[in-house]
């Protein structure tokens, strides 16, 4: 039942399902006696799991105090490593620092708008190229 609930509030990230927590109040737990990280917006408390971590508990460390929502989702855990995130579910960011988190995102749209520009200028100079290229081709073929 409990459960369910913190599903829901996971589901929307304006209603907390559980404790608050500030970022900094994480980073603080970022060693091996007490290790917490943030996955998509919610704080879990790994100190048991570290040793018992497939995939080995220095990554869970090297992540320890910090957001690790990138790196966990850069694995493509499956479903059933997903459901294990609930048992060591502890609280939610604050929502005022889940600003900083998207603070990501300029940056995702500046490189956006630069990948915008090169999707748009690579094919224009290539047809330029292509262009020239053909036009030096029939002179060339009128020329001989
Ligand atoms: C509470 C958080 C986490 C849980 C419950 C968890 C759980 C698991 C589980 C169950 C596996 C076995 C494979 C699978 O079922 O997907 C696994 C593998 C792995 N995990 Fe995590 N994990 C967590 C966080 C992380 C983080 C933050 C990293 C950071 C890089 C990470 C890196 C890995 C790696 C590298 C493997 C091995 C993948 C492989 O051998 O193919 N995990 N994890």
């Given at each position: 039942?409990?459960?369910?609930?913190?599903?829901?509030?996971g589901g929307c990230a304006g209603a907390p399902g559980g404790p608050l927590f500030t970022r900094e109040e994480?980073?603080?737990?970022?060693?091996?006696?007490?290790?917490?990280?943030?996955?998509h917006g919610r704080?879990?408390?790994?100190t048991r799991f570290l040793a018992e971590h497939p995939g080995g508990?220095?990554?869970?460390l090297e992540q320890a105090g910090?957001?690790?929502?990138?790196?966990?989702?850069?694995?493509g855990h499956s479903a059933d490593a997903r459901e294990m995130?609930?048992?060591?579910?502890i609280g939610e960011i604050h929502p005022h620092d889940r600003k900083n988190e998207g603070s990501k995102e300029p940056n995702?749209?500046?490189?956006?708008?630069t990948s915008f520009w090169s999707t748009w200028l690579i094919p224009?100079?290539?047809a330029l190229v292509l262009g020239l290229m053909y036009r030096y081709y029939m002179l060339d073929g009128k020329s001989s």
């Open positions: 039942m409990e459960a369910q609930g913190r599903e829901e509030a994480v980073a603080r737990r970022n060693s091996s006696r007490e290790a917490w990280l943030v996955i704080v879990y408390d790994v508990e220095e990554v869970l910090r957001d690790a929502t990138e790196s966990f989702e850069d694995v995130l609930k048992e060591y579910y995702v749209t500046s490189s956006g708008q224009i100079f290539g």
